[in-house]
C-alpha cells in the first residue's frame, strides 16, 4: 500500500524566514511520482511541482526548491524568504508509474506566515 | 487558473436529499478524478474516467455516482445525503499520453463545498 506522511501539522514563521516542510512516502513500488500542491484559504488546490522517482536532482524554482531523497523516502519543500501569500496548506501526494492511478495524498501542513 | 472548471461552487441541502456536482475538465483532457476533502477523512480519492468510460474507483459510496458525458465533462451524484457528506468536492483533469499516461499531472478545479444539514 501506498502511504504519504506529513508530520507537521502547522508551521508557523516570520515573513522572510526560511522554511521547509517534511514529506516522508512509502511505497513498495520502483517507479513511482510524487507531486507537491498548495492549497490557500480560498480552497483551490494549486499544483507546485511533480517529481519522477527515477530523477533524484533538486528542483529550485524561485524562492521553491525540493529536496528528493530516495534513500530516505523523503521529499522535502523549502520556501526561502517566506511572505505572508505562502500562507497555505501544503499536500505532499504520491502516484504509482502506472497509467489511471489515482494520487495518495498526506494530511497536509498548514504554514502560517506572518509580517 | 487550472483550466478545470466546477459548478456550484457551493451547496446546501438537507439530510436525505440528491445533488448533482458537475465538472468541465481542461481543453484537451480525457481524464477526470474526483476527490473529496474532508476534515476526519483528508483528501480521498473517489472515482477516475477516462473517455467516457470509469476506470477506477476509490472510497465511492454506494450512494454516489458519477459519470462522464460525449463532450468530457463529468457529474458527481451524490443521494441520500447524511451529515458527514459535507466535504469539498474536487474534480481534476490529466491528458493521458500515447504511453498510457504516466507523466501526467492532475489539475485540480476550485472545488465545490457542500454542507448537508
Known amino acids: 500500500a501506498q502511504k504519504v506522511t506529513q508530520a507537521q501539522t502547522e508551521i508557523s514563521v516570520v515573513e522572510k524566514e526560511d522554511v521547509t516542510l517534511d514529506c516522508v512516502y512509502e511505497t513498495r513500488d520502483t517507479t513511482y511520482y510524487l507531486f507537491w500542491y498548495k492549497q490557500p484559504p480560498s480552497g483551490e488546490l494549486v499544483f507546485l511541482i511533480r517529481r519522477n522517482s527515477f530523477d533524484e536532482q533538486n528542483e529550485i524554482s524561485g524562492r521553491y526548491s525540493w529536496n528528493f531523497q530516495k534513500s530516505t523516502s523523503s521529499f522535502n519543500f523549502t520556501i526561502t524568504a517566506s511572505q505572508v501569500v505562502d500562507s497555505a496548506v501544503y499536500f505532499c501526494a504520491l502516484r504509482r508509474n502506472t497509467g489511471f492511478q489515482k494520487l495518495v495524498f498526506g494530511t497536509g501542513t498548514r504554514l502560517l506566515v506572518s509580517p | 487558473d487550472s483550466g478545470v472548471t466546477q459548478t456550484p461552487k457551493h451547496l446546501i441541502t438537507a439530510t436525505g436529499q440528491r445533488v448533482t456536482l458537475r465538472c468541465s475538465p481542461r481543453?484537451?483532457?480525457?481524464?477526470v478524478y474526483w476527490y473529496q476533502q474532508s476534515l476526519d477523512q483528508g483528501l480521498q480519492f473517489l472515482i477516475q474516467?477516462?473517455?467516457?468510460?470509469?476506470?477506477a474507483k476509490g472510497n465511492i459510496l454506494e450512494r454516489f455516482s458519477a459519470q462522464q458525458f460525449p463532450d468530457l465533462h463529468s457529474e458527481l451524484n451524490l443521494s441520500s445525503l447524511e451529515l458527514g457528506d459535507s466535504a469539498l468536492y474536487f474534480c481534476a483533469s490529466s491528458v493521458i499520453g500515447a504511453s498510457g499516461g504516466t507523466q501526467e499531472t492532475q489539475y485540480f478545479g476550485p472545488g465545490t463545498r457542500l454542507l448537508v444539514l
Open positions: 481543453s484537451g483532457d480525457l481524464s
Open positions: 474516467y477516462y473517455n467516457g468510460e470509469e476506470r
